[in-house]
């Protein structure tokens, strides 16, 4: 460290042991005392004397007198004395047992460096993108498919124009990159869910300029939660105190939103959005050179571009071909529209905790309101024979506010009932060269949170941010090995909302178990609290602090409140056996869902190889 410059208080750490390419320069951590300073100058140290009885002077000579000869009584004191045998031996096992401290203290500091340096994002270089390409005159149209086979004049090809096709659209597009979006069907959308941006997925929203999108679509600013059980309800608001008075949730119907947004990428000049259906990715020696769709007019296509990116939504055909789906459908949801409904806390998320799952309230229009009743399992009532307006009515209404009892009845017998599967499927990508997997084709979580639209934005944000640097991406071997470390970077924000969505939809569902319940109302009783104690788990859910830790620290925190609640007023054998089986459960809820996610990548991913790999050369 003296050779640099660069000291390192207080423990010693050899420059040679750290790597040059795996770090990525970066500003000075805050949490470490690093100082620049001139190279010190060695100071002599006074070595230990092995033996008392000897005299330290040799020890302490000059290089001159080293080389002097010795007296006699120096080479007796060379040759050591037999009675200090012993003391030599513990001052050698002394100095061991410092070298072993040294290192392993060494060993320490080189982790809290990586750690730090984790926690900052390596800066992104300002490169200008291709130069001397022009843009296509007529790529704000939507096209028929003429003329779209293969012109060698595309960027990045983006199957499908969701929520998360259409904004990287814009964005890539901004970016000045010529980008051919393929949609299946270009018609609103008519969907259920979808509907809730949370104020962490607005930050995102402002960050890639889209805001203006979610204007003159009729959305509500929504600015926390109200929860409701066993009669009991308690307000949960987001701590937006941090942000501009802008900042907050929006509700709103799906189709205008993503709509909002197609307009928005076809009025950019190097953007084109076409409706097609992909029938299949276009592979040539193991690298995707483009798609293979069918136009509208039924003309059987083929589009090449050195980057294909598939945004087709949860029910993707092409998603087997680029990572190992594992879906799983806990429940579905039950869709009404409330009309001309006053919830009882206007501007708010409304979650009943009811028996068997949980029911959702929210504002979608200054005169609708949508409710998602969760049904747990794959199959639910028939529609068309009565029988799910009948459950909704005999077991779901009971349960219901009063206030809102009357709409939810006269939505039943309108009779616009919609039902969707809700599904989850943790992140499992295989990299392949010239393609990519976004959204919820990549990767989804149970909807009762409502982060689905705030982790493809985020997703969208770091995809951005690493390809600025690129000057072009036909080096496809080289793109995918630095695209890996797409998968790395987007866990923190992704990883946390999906552990939460998973976690707290098994946690407010009912169960017969005792111990289960009891952690339920124990959730209910915490959030209830106040202060950090709501604050805490709201900034989880809502996106503003994604991070894992505090996730981990907050649902062990309810388990041990739950447990804290069993033993009062006096603890008996039944009311521990129900504590340990809850505090059972609780690990039994979330670790599987961690284990799903990735431990390392969840928490430790600065220790992941690919999260430091930089951006190929510029040719």
């Not at 708010?348 to 979608?364: E, K, Q, R």
Request: glycine share 10%; proline share 9%; net charge positive.
């Amino acid at each position: 460290m003296a050779e640099s410059g660069l000291n390192l208080l207080p423990l010693p750490i050899k420059r040679g042991r750290i790597s040059k390419s795996r770090f990525v320069p970066s500003p000075t951590p805050p949490l470490l005392c690093l100082r620049l300073a001139s190279p010190p100058r060695p100071r002599r140290i006074k070595p230990l004397s092995f033996c008392p009885s000897l005299p330290s002077q040799p020890q302490r000579s000059t290089r001159k007198a080293a080389h002097a000869p010795r007296t006699g009584r120096s080479q007796r004191a060379a040759r050591g004395a037999p009675h200090c045998g012993m003391a030599a031996v513990a001052a050698g096992a002394g100095v061991g047992l410092q070298l072993i401290g040294a290192a392993a203290a060494t060993l320490l500091a080189a982790v809290l460096v990586a750690a730090v340096l984790g926690r900052r994002r390596r800066p992104v270089a300002r490169v200008p993108l291709v130069e001397g390409k022009p843009a296509p005159e007529d790529g704000c149209a939507v096209g028929d498919g003429a003329g779209a086979a293969g012109d060698g004049g595309t960027d990045v090809i983006i199957v499908g124009a969701g929520v998360a096709g259409s904004a990287l659209a814009c964005t890539l597009g901004k970016d000045g990159r010529r980008v051919h979006v393929i949609e299946r069907d270009l018609t609103e959308p008519d969907r259920i869910v979808g509907e809730l941006l949370q104020p962490g997925g607005y930050l995102k929203l402002i960050e890639l300029g889209l805001e203006d999108c979610v204007e003159e679509i009729d959305a509500q600013r929504v600015l926390g939660y109200a929860l409701f059980k066993d009669g009991r309800n308690t307000k949960l608001a987001y701590p937006l105190e941090k942000f501009h008075s802008d900042v907050a949730g929006r509700s709103f119907h799906n189709g205008r939103f993503i709509q909002r947004m197609r307009q928005k990428a076809a009025s950019l000049p190097n953007v084109q959005l076409e409706q097609g259906t992909v029938t299949s990715l276009l592979e040539e020696n193991g690298i995707v050179k483009g798609v293979q769709y069918k136009t509208k007019s039924g003309e059987e296509l083929k589009a090449f571009a050195p980057l294909t990116i598939v945004c087709d939504g949860c029910f993707s055909n092409l998603r087997r071909a680029l990572c190992s789906p594992k879906v799983d459908v806990p429940s579905c949801f039950v869709g009404l529209v409330l009309e001309n409904c006053q919830l009882p806390h206007p501007n708010h998320g409304h979650v009943i905790l009811a028996n068997p799952s949980p029911i959702l309230f929210y504002p979608i229009s200054s005169t609708e309101v949508r409710c998602l009743v969760d049904v747990p399992g794959q199959k639910v009532p028939s529609i068309a024979s009565g029988e799910m307006a009948n459950y909704l009515k005999t077991v779901v209404a009971p349960q219901i506010p009063p206030e809102i009892y009357d709409s939810f009845i006269a939505a039943i017998d309108k009779g616009s009932i919609r039902t969707m599967p809700n599904r989850s499927m943790p992140a499992a990508p295989h990299p392949t060269p010239g393609a990519l997997l976004m959204g919820d084709a990549f990767n989804m979580r149970h909807p009762l949170t409502g982060g689905g639209m705030t982790v493809a934005l985020s997703d969208i944000v770091v995809l951005r941010n690493l390809l600025k640097p690129l000057r072009n991406l036909h080096d496809a071997s080289s793109l995918c090995k630095y695209l890996e470390s797409f998968y790395t970077l987007r866990k923190p924000v992704a990883s946390t909302i999906n552990t939460l969505a998973g976690a707290l939809y098994k946690v407010f569902s009912a169960s017969p178990d005792q111990a289960r319940n009891e952690m339920r109302q124990a959730c209910f009783d915490y959030l209830s609290l106040g202060g950090v104690f709501s604050n805490g788990p709201i900034a989880l859910l809502s996106g503003l602090n994604p991070r894992p830790l505090s996730l981990v620290a907050h649902f062990f925190a309810v388990a041990i409140y739950g447990v804290g609640r069993l033993m009062l007023p006096l603890p008996s054998p039944k009311r521990m056996w129900i504590g340990a089986r809850l505090i059972s459960g609780a690990c039994g809820i979330i670790l599987p869902i961690i284990k799903a996610e990735g431990v390392r990548q969840m928490f430790f991913p600065a220790t992941v190889p690919a999260y430091y790999r930089a951006a190929p050369a510029a040719e």
